[in-house]
């Protein structure tokens, strides 16, 4: 129990963090779409702890309600959406090029 009282708002801000600089790393060293997929997903999460942090009332004495949870709520539906249409495009490039190869999408440009 004493554990848990131990544990403030830098502490879930350092693992935001360290998610999110995973998650900008995997997406710039990773060659495939997949794993840049799953960089964005990481950011994102990273971002979803220090909203839900920020709104905790066991966390903070000060909140601001529930909002830090409606954000989270959004952030992860928007994640959702936004991983299915890159999926989709992704199995599109890859049912044309045979690969999901980042770097072979420069003909995407417009």
Not at 44 to 63: C, D, H, Q
Not at 93 to 109: C, M, Q, S
Request: hydrophobic share 55%; glycine share 8%.
């Amino acid at each position: 129990m004493d554990l848990l009282a131990q544990i403030t708002v830098s502490h879930y801000l350092a693992v935001g963090a360290v998610l999110f600089v995973t998650g900008v790393v995997c997406m710039a060293t990773k060659r495939n779409v997949i794993g840049v997929l799953m960089g964005v997903e990481l950011v994102l999460n990273g971002a979803n702890i220090n909203f839900v942090a920020f709104g905790s009332k066991y966390l903070r004495e000060e909140t601001i309600g529930l909002d830090g949870q409606l954000i989270a709520l959004f952030v992860i539906v928007l994640a959702a959406a936004e991983a299915a249409v890159a999926l989709a495009i992704a199995l599109n490039f890859y049912n044309n090029h045979a690969t999901i190869d980042v770097d072979r999408a420069d003909e995407l440009k417009g």
